[in-house]
């Protein structure tokens, strides 16, 4: 399997090539840059790699959640591409790719990845590592005020990411001895979104280029709520 992987839904900006399980990834934080990024560390890679777009089985991307801006950035760059090659698209949740790196991070099973949402607000997934390393989604992804989180059963949680940066004394007095530790600095990156998009490509195949579509969440609660 090899992959181009994107990730620009934060902050942060990145590209990995995935390579059958070795990954090569060109890696910032680079605010409102990401369009000025994407493409040439693509080109980089690939001719680093030897491999011509043509060569590779697909594309993984960063769906979202996360800033709007940069979900559409790095969904027109993907769809570009895929349509120009005719590859399959993996989305990838940007919440499970930041979870991957939680589990990574902290050593962690089971992982709350939270991204600040702005407007007092927080994109929320509660994710546990399977048995091929990776992570599974329990319940739903959200977005949500702070007082409104909740956790699956269980204890063992570990927070992850931007939101914990911002709401982590609460949410930690919020889930008393459930919550074992977190981590404010955690950032999704294009190679956790690799490994994810690698294992859609393999069991479920991909997706068009037009149907290579972001999510916002906040979007899809508004519409709820009408």
């Given at each position: 399997m090899k992959l181009l992987a994107f990730e620009s839904s934060t902050e942060a900006c990145s590209v990995a090539l995935w390579l059958g399980g070795e990954v090569r990834e060109r890696f910032e934080v680079a605010p409102r840059r990401h369009a000025q990024l994407l493409l040439p560390w693509a080109e980089s890679l690939l001719a680093d790699g030897g491999l011509s777009l043509g060569q590779l089985d697909g594309i993984a991307f960063g769906r979202g959640p996360g800033s709007f801006t940069g979900v559409r950035i790095v969904t027109g760059v993907v769809q570009g591409i895929a349509f120009?090659?005719?590859?399959?698209?993996?989305?990838?949740?940007?919440?499970?790719?930041?979870?991957?790196?939680?589990?990574?991070?902290?050593?962690?099973?089971?992982?709350?990845?939270?991204?600040?949402?702005?407007?007092g607000e927080l994109y929320w997934g509660c994710f546990e590592a399977?048995?091929?390393?990776?992570?599974r989604l329990l319940g739903e992804e959200r977005v949500l005020p702070p007082e409104s989180a909740s956790l699956p059963g269980g204890a063992g949680w570990w927070g992850f990411g931007s939101g914990w940066e911002a709401y982590g004394a609460?949410?930690?007095?919020?889930?008393?001895?459930?919550?074992?530790?977190?981590?404010?600095?955690?950032?999704?990156?294009?190679?956790?979104?690799?490994?994810?998009?690698?294992?859609?490509?393999?069991?479920?195949g991909g997706v068009t280029a037009e149907a290579a579509l972001p999510v916002y969440l906040r979007d899809r609660v508004a519409w709820q709520k009408r």
């Open positions: 120009g090659a005719d590859l399959p698209v993996a989305p990838v949740s940007t919440l499970a790719a930041l979870a991957l790196g939680g589990t990574e991070a902290l050593g962690a099973q089971r992982v709350v990845a939270a991204v600040d949402a702005r407007m399977d048995v091929e390393r990776l992570v609460a949410l930690a007095g919020r889930f008393g001895d459930r919550l074992e530790g977190w981590r404010g600095d955690g950032l999704p990156r294009a190679r956790h979104v690799a490994a994810l998009g690698a294992r859609r490509l393999q069991e479920e």
